[in-house]
């Protein structure tokens, strides 16, 4: 079955870096449009960035431009966010999963794709 397995969070100094991955199994992961998507405390899903399947195109929230890289090793079935000049409001949990069109309130009840969501990976910036 589909599996998505976030890790590399953390605590994080603003102005720090942090890198997440996120492992899939399951499914045609070469085939997917793949994101990055956070869930902060009393706010509503976001998608961070999104990847083509061959990684040539990505895209931003504005506010994440220029400080997040998202990447992919279809080798290794693997997503990557690197996150610089980390600020307290990136404080979410995030989330890896295809590219939903109908993106929800709660991430995870968000109609994904695959039919399915990881744990999740904490990443909190504080001094």
């Not at 993106?103 to 990881?118: D, F, I």
Request: net charge positive.
């Amino acid at each position: 079955q589909v599996q998505l397995v976030e890790s590399g969070g953390g605590l994080a100094q603003p102005g720090g870096s942090l890198r997440l991955s996120c492992a899939a199994s399951g499914f045609r992961f070469s085939r997917h449009d793949m994101g990055w998507y956070r869930q902060a405390p009393g706010k509503e899903c976001e998608l961070v960035a999104a990847i083509t399947p061959t990684g040539r195109s990505t895209n931003y929230a504005d506010s994440m431009k220029g400080r997040f890289t998202i990447s992919r090793d279809n080798a290794k079935n693997t997503v990557y966010l690197q996150m610089n000049s980390l600020k307290p409001e990136d404080t979410a949990v995030y989330y890896c999963n295809a590219v939903i069109t109908t993106v929800q309130a709660m991430c995870v009840y968000s109609p994904s794709p695959l039919a399915s969501w990881g744990q999740g990976t904490q990443v909190t910036v504080s001094s």
